[in-house]
């Protein structure tokens, strides 16, 4: 009989066993943030007794990508499954608020019946006071000055009655709205509600008693960073340095306190074609078209880029919204809005569209329609859980990403940043720890600082831009896993202003355009004595010099270029004679003429572009 107890008994308790879960407190100890997305490790210890368990995780956030969860363990055990589930439990009930609320509502609809009764009153006052017959003069035994005492009585008595009644409405009015308040809170206490919890269950199988170290990592939405340099140049004689920063968000439901960043970057070389150079034709009777920036242009100056600004405000309320990610799709040039709401872009070539998004607006995908772009932002009504933000890909190609890591996040403290190559990214490991809450906020996050020989050259395409343009080049720029983003420019320890630094193009050479410089200047002026038309027999010949002269106002010697251009004939009546270009070098088939050369410093240099063309009377051509 005691053996048959035994028997039925030990289902139960086997059941009981499975039943039992101990909870495993964990900390976020490193983060890798990649453009959109972040992997989290979180590492925790507990001491698991004999038997088979669930081991739950509860304070990891509820956003997380559950087929991403990954979880590593040292101890005399076997973990026999990994899930992450939802709890759907009462919330607690307050009682004792409710007894409260009641009782408020009683004596709310006592004092509301109660000032009824007393404005009942005064309606009737009022009424009997107004038919009240009009005292004549014409009664007997009734004086003028009594009549008249009479009405005043009257007109005081109605005055009081009509204010009286008036004060009582506006106390009905402010009880009414308190009483409709609190059966409104009463509604609700009363609705029976659940709570959703999110937790990671691990059941584990453990034969001899042991501790339990957990490594547990997992891929969160709604976190990104984006790129930005700071370039300084102190004279064109120094190298350029290159300060490396990363701007760092996160709104994932969960803080990072005191964790080890790793930045992941993926490989920004992508193959692109140069841009095509244009010629310029003559043709007859077309007036004379500005010169279109190409060529070198394009390439010594900062006319490659275009700059958009504006503020992002709230549509149903026109405040500005702070902290919104403004960025380029397919790319991670970025920034974020500022407390008044202004963002300020350097755009490449070609772009065409503007991704504004943050958590708790619509996101949205704009096209760039001029300089000064003010968006408005519509609230969606979500939650923080109910909203994600990917920029610039999937967190599901972030997740095969990181798979395709083949090993553990790297936290190992180096003297530098450590950076991490391998087939699909780079990564920055950053030795100092940060504190990064959840929330729109941006982190400004110093990844390394590079200095490198930058070879210096100025450039001036004086026909399409009279200012002097410094580029800095760069040939060992890979080795540094740039990627494009937004510069400020430090030239000789003043702020020049923005440009781009677009490492998207697979090329040697990285060209950064560090804008204008004031201190060389370019000037090409007319020639009196050469521009000039006269008539040849049938035809018109029209001719044209000009005088160029560079000037160094810098106290170190300079390399620079100056273009200019001959026109080109596109119909046989035009006849072109190419005539003095000095010691240019010319290239026949565009007619640009290229001037380098070596400028002292203090020191001047004047080069003269000659020419003439011939057309038939009659007509006319465009000339400059």
């Not at 410089?517 to 020639?527: M, W």
Request: one cysteine or more.
């Amino acid at each position: 009989m005691k053996r048959l107890l035994y028997l039925l008994l030990l289902p139960a308790v086997q059941a009981l066993a499975l039943d039992k879960e101990v909870e495993l407190k964990t900390t976020i100890t490193g983060v890798t943030v990649f453009q959109a997305g972040a992997q989290v490790t979180r590492v925790g210890s507990v001491t698991l007794p004999v038997g088979e368990y669930d081991v739950v995780v509860r304070d990891a956030t509820s956003l997380l990508k559950k087929e991403s969860i990954i979880v590593r363990s040292d101890g005399d055990f076997t973990i026999l499954s990994v899930n992450h589930q939802q709890n759907l439990d009462n919330e607690f009930t307050d009682w004792k608020k409710i007894e409260e609320l009641d009782a408020k509502e009683k004596t709310l609809l006592q004092q509301m019946q109660d000032l009824s009764v007393k404005i009942e009153v005064l309606r009737s006052e009022e009424a009997v006071v107004s038919n009240l017959e009009s005292v004549s003069t014409t009664t007997e035994g009734v004086s003028v000055e009594q009549v008249t005492k009479a009405q005043d009585l009257l007109q005081q008595k109605l005055s009081r009655i009509k204010n009286d009644k008036l004060i009582a409405c506006r106390e009905m009015e402010d009880l009414y709205e308190k009483h409709r308040q609190v059966v409104q809170e009463l509604n609700v206490m009363r609705t029976p509600k659940k709570s959703v919890s999110y937790e990671i269950v691990i059941r584990v199988s453990v034969k001899t008693e042991t501790k339990a170290n957990f490594d547990i990592t997992y891929i969160v939405p709604n976190a990104h960073w984006y790129p930005t340099y700071d370039l300084r140049v102190k004279t064109v004689n120094d190298p350029m340095t290159i300060e490396y920063k990363a701007n760092v968000s996160q709104q994932t439901g969960e803080d990072w306190s005191n964790v080890k960043l790793v930045l992941s970057t993926g490989d920004p070389s992508k193959t692109s074609q140069k841009p095509k150079v244009e010629t310029w034709l003559l043709r007859l009777n077309e007036p004379y078209q500005p010169p279109v920036q190409q060529n070198n242009f394009y390439r010594y100056t900062d006319a490659q880029f275009n700059k958009v600004q504006g503020l992002v405000l709230d549509r149903k309320t026109g405040e500005p919204v702070p902290f919104c990610l403004v960025s380029v799709p397919g790319t991670s040039i970025a920034a974020s809005t500022d407390m008044n709401g202004h963002y300020s872009l350097v755009l490449p070539e070609g772009v065409g569209q503007l991704k504004f998004a943050l958590v708790g607006y619509e996101p949205q995908t704009i096209g760039i329609t001029g300089e000064e772009m003010n968006v408005y932002l519509e609230e969606n009504g979500s939650s923080l859980e109910e909203v994600t933000i990917i920029n610039g890909g999937s967190i599901d190609e972030d997740l095969k990403t990181v798979n395709g890591m083949g090993g553990d996040p790297q936290f190992t403290q180096f003297p530098t940043v450590t950076r991490i190559p391998n087939l699909v990214n780079t990564e920055f490991t950053i030795n100092e720890k940060y504190n990064i809450v959840s929330g729109p906020k941006t982190i400004t996050v110093s990844v390394q600082t590079i200095q490198t020989n930058a070879k210096y050259q100025y450039y001036c395409a004086p026909r399409l831009d009279k200012d002097v343009f410094l580029t800095a080049q760069v040939t060992d720029w890979e080795q540094y896993n740039l990627i494009e983003g937004q510069a400020n420019v430090f030239f000789e320890g003043t702020f020049i202003g923005n440009t781009l630094l677009d490492t998207r193009y697979l090329s040697d050479t990285l060209e950064v355009s560090l804008g204008r410089d004031k201190s060389v200047k370019v000037e090409r002026v007319k020639s009196k004595e050469y521009n000039k038309r006269q008539v040849l027999g049938s035809d018109n010949i029209a001719y044209r010099e000009w005088d160029i002269t560079a000037r160094n106002g810098k106290a170190q010697a300079i390399n620079i270029i100056i273009e200019d251009q001959f026109p080109l004939s596109s119909d046989s009546k035009i006849d072109v004679k190419e005539g003095t270009y000095s010691d240019g070098k010319l290239n026949e088939k565009t007619g640009i003429i290229t001037w380098q050369f070596l400028l002292d410093p203090s020191a001047n240099k004047a080069v003269q572009l000659k020419y003439s063309v011939k057309y038939p009377k009659g007509t006319f051509i465009g000339l400059d």
